[in-house]
């Protein structure tokens, strides 16, 4: 019975010892326990508010769509790393260590995808800024071609021809761009040689009527036609009309066909190099 007693009080102290001890641990940490399931708890709550709010004005600075959510995915877990970090540092945690090995492992992964992070931060400058989109006709990076869709690393281009060119966006959005469909007019420049022997009013007339008379050709500005250059062989006239976007390449074609027919009617000849020898008899 005796025993008995003993293991009973024995037992008690070692439970009085432990809630003692945990007593004292709570004393120590439960602040800063407290305190670091507050802080997260709130900071997720901050964290959600402030993604929502960068995903709207996103949305209303009519931001491609494709980017929003890798805008807002990055920025969600760059803030959730920072409170993760902090929280670890509020508890007593030493982070030190922590960070440096992150700060590590993120530079040599950086510079291990360097040219795709810049790729990538290209096509984000590319979908904000929009010096083209998708359906315009640019020429940049020795390819000239329709945008068939601006990817996150590349731009994707479709040639007349019908050959797809991938170009990373990095040089795209560091380089010139030619964009041929942003204005919603163009102006197209013809040049037509006549003869030396042939009325130079005459084929100016003729050039003026067909500008006149072709609805694809824009009153304001009006056409301009003039006297180029007095070539070698030929006098050559400079043919300045302006037009939609969309039909400047059927004129350009159209008026090489239409131009020679009209030509041979109005009998305006159009010249050839050509080289005048002269002999002389040698004397006997």
Known sequence: METATETA???VDKAQVWIQKLIDLLSVWGPKLLLAIVLLVVGLIIINRIVRLMRRLLKNRSVEPTLIPFLTGMVNILLKAMLIISVIDIVGI???SFVAILGADGLAVGLALQGSLGNFAGGVLIIIFKPYKV???IEAQGAAGTVKSIQIF?????TYDKVLKIIPNGPMSSGTITNYSEQLTKRLELVY???YNDDLQKAKNVLTEMAEADSRVLKEPAPFIAVKELADSSV????RIWCKKEDYWNINFDW???????????GLTFPFPQ???TTFAGQS
């Open 135 to 137: 359906g315009d006709y």
């Open 9 to 11: 009080i024995e037992t």
């Open 154 to 158: 590349n731009t994707i281009l479709t």
């Open 236 to 239: 050559n006239l400079l043919v």
């Open 275 to 277: 080289r005048e020898v």
């Open 256 to 266: 090489q066909n239409d131009v020679k027919l009209r030509f041979d009617k109005e």
């Open 94 to 96: 030493k982070t030190t």
């Open 193 to 195: 040689g006549i003869s």
